[in-house]
């Protein structure tokens, strides 16, 4: 755990979350500020600052970050409509918590990246 981490905070429950699923090595947790009806923070329990500091033994967690995405939009029937999953990095990736999340927005028309 990262001591000035927000989302290492929300892991050790030293700050409040809504948290939506949980196991072993991941959390998943409603965003505070959502920006579609669905918006979970799925992250890895241990502290990795951005998408940057990934390694190859980090390869079966971020699939399972993945995995988690897909079973939630299943779970709340929006997977066949769609959804979109997200990992921003760094400031001009948008990232703003340096904890590595997976943003699952869902349950509206998303519009295009570009
Ligand atoms: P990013 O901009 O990709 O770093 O995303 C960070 C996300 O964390 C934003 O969507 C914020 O709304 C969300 N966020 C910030 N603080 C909290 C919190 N205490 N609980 C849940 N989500 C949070
Ligand atoms: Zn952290």
Same mark, same amino acid.
């Given at each position: 755990m990262a001591d000035d981490c927000l989302f290492c905070k929300i892991v050790? %429950?030293?700050v409040p979350s809504d948290i939506?699923?949980?196991?072993?090595?991941?959390?998943a947790f409603n965003d505070i500020s959502p920006q579609a009806p669905t918006h979970v923070l799925i992250i890895?329990?241990?502290? +990795? =600052?951005?998408v940057n500091d990934l390694t190859d033994s980090e390869a079966? /967690? +971020?699939?399972?970050?993945?995995?988690?995405g897909q079973s939630l939009a299943c779970a709340r029937g929006i997977d066949e409509g769609g959804y979109r999953l997200i990992l921003n990095c760094n =400031? /001009?990736?948008? @990232?703003?918590?340096?904890?590595?999340?997976?943003?699952?927005?869902?349950? %509206? @028309?998303? %519009?295009? /990246?570009?």
């Open positions: 050790e %429950r030293a939506v699923y949980e196991d072993d090595t991941l959390l890895p329990k241990t502290h +990795i =600052a951005t079966e /967690l +971020i699939g399972k970050m993945a995995l988690c =400031a /001009l990736g948008g @990232q703003t918590v340096f904890h590595v999340h997976l943003h699952l927005l869902g349950g %509206r @028309q998303l %519009r295009g /990246l570009g």
